[in-house]
Nanobody, 116 residues
């Protein structure tokens, strides 16, 4: 299973970005897909997660600003990030896991920098 994240970049506070993560291999349609972020000097933490049936879960800090979605036909998960704040600056990683199993995979990360 391979995950390829893209879409990061430099954006001003209040701006928007859309991250994408394309998955090859594995059973994407039954996977739980997530986005994590890791800021300098901090631990990696969950940003958002979407189940195989579309149930969404968000970190409190991004609720109402970020939206996770998935396209099973394209085997891709997205993270729409609106009203970005400087504190959102981090490397964002996509993650795949299967409910009830220890098997899980990480993408390579994409850098999001929020700065004026």
């Amino acid at each position: 299973v391979q995950l390829q994240a893209s879409g990061g970049g430099l954006v001003q506070p209040g701006g928007s970005l859309r991250l994408s993560c394309a998955v090859s291999g594995g059973r994407f349609s039954i996977a739980v897909m997530g986005w994590y972020c890791q800021a300098p000097g901090k631990q990696r933490e969950l940003v958002a997660e979407i189940s195989s049936v579309g149930y969404e879960n968000y970190a409190p800090s991004v609720k109402g600003r970020f939206t996770i979605s998935r396209d099973n036909a394209k085997r891709t998960v997205y993270l729409q990030m609106n009203n970005l704040e400087r504190e959102d600056t981090a490397v964002y990683y996509c993650h795949l896991r299967y409910y009830g199993r220890s098997e899980n995979y990480w993408g390579q990360g994409t850098l999001v920098t929020v700065s004026s």
